[in-house]
């Protein structure tokens, strides 16, 4: 039963985590490592059992008549157990969200949302990367795989990044697997649908 009750804890903890996460008590700014402080805590509750009980003369359960004295409440160490599961579970929401902390050496971090990708003022990128695979080319298009490692922003600022992209491009030119590339245009995060997803 104890692993049980621990393991609905960590569950509430989860379920509340995602609860901070979207009133902004936690955020991307939480270091990934803190749900692990709560994990190694845990053992340590095993000596709370130790300290000594409560005396309550309410009723006698003599041993000798072969009763076992029921404890008249869940132990310490279950209870800061919980508690730890609990903070636990929070944490590690935090640390793997629904929606992924994007950092400014990610290409993603300088995606649109699909909305604005057709926007006149939308601002454009330039990318250096190259060809990740063979290009697949259609009847009159191609497209490419092409993993980035440097980004000129609109502003002109250079950024090393590390990222992936889909690119669509018309097949007068064609290019091939390893070929380094330079592309100018709008980062666009993908749509995602309720049936279909294109990420």
Not at 44 to 61: D, H, I, K, V
Request: with cysteine.
């Amino acid at each position: 039963m104890t692993l049980l009750y621990l393991a609905i804890a960590y569950i509430m903890g989860v379920i509340g985590g995602r609860y901070l996460w979207e009133t902004q008590w936690l955020d991307c700014s939480t270091p990934v490592w803190l749900w692990l402080l709560p994990l190694i805590l845990l053992p340590f509750t095993l000596l709370l059992n130790r300290l000594p009980p409560r005396e309550s003369g309410a009723m006698r359960w003599p041993a000798r008549a072969g009763f076992v004295v029921p404890r008249p409440r869940p132990s310490p160490a279950l209870l800061a157990a919980m508690g730890l599961c609990l903070c636990m579970g929070a944490l590690r929401f935090a640390s793997q969200p629904l929606a992924p902390c994007w950092e400014p050496d990610d290409l993603a971090f300088y995606n649109l949302p699909a909305s604005a990708a057709y926007e006149r003022d939308a601002p454009k990128v330039t990318i250096e990367g190259y060809v990740s695979s063979y290009p697949l080319v259609a009847d009159t298009q191609q497209r490419l795989q092409v993993v980035a490692h440097a980004i000129e922003t609109a502003a002109g600022e250079v950024h090393a990044v590390t990222g992936a992209l889909v690119f669509k491009t018309g097949i007068r030119q064609r290019y091939a697997y390893g070929q380094p590339v330079r592309l100018r245009g709008r980062l666009v995060t993908p749509p995602d649908f309720e049936d279909f997803s294109y990420r």
